[in-house]
């Protein structure tokens, strides 16, 4: 079973940047497709980020040349560096694990998380 637990949420100035982490459990879920998702209030949960297993990320065009996904698999820890932040970003923040590796290629568009964190609120301010 995965376990998921994020922290790194909190506030920031318009213009400021925050980076969210998500420590993984057992190591083995490093393995598969991970993302990072958000959902603000009275809107539906979009994909934001996405990490396959390949390494290749891909991103929504609303956070794209500000957000950077990673992971460090020495630490088991899944990161999303969020840059020139502004209010529309104000969201909780979900980080996904797909808990299987698949043969085809993981993007926003086809991902299928099975496991979920906690989630952690990022609030932006003017």
């Known amino acids: 079973q995965v376990q998921l637990v994020e922290s790194g949420g909190g506030s920031a100035r318009a213009g400021g940047s925050l980076r969210l982490s998500c420590v993984v459990s057992p190591y083995t879920a490093m393995n598969p497709a991970m993302g990072w998702f958000r959902q603000a209030p009275g809107k539906q949960r979009e994909g934001v980020a996405l990490?396959?297993?390949?390494?290749?990320?891909s991103y929504a065009d609303s956070v794209k040349g500000r957000f950077t996904i990673s992971k460090d698999r020495a630490k088991n820890t899944l990161y999303l560096q969020m840059n020139s932040l502004g209010p529309e970003d104000t969201a909780i923040y979900y980080c996904?694990?797909?808990?299987?590796?698949?043969?085809?290629?993981?993007?926003?568009?086809?991902?299928?998380?099975?496991?979920w964190g906690q989630g952690t609120q990022v609030t932006v301010s003017s």
């Open positions: 996904a694990n797909e808990g299987r590796v698949r043969t085809t290629s993981v993007t926003l568009a086809n991902m299928d998380p099975r496991y």
């Open positions: 990490l396959d297993c390949d390494g290749t990320t």
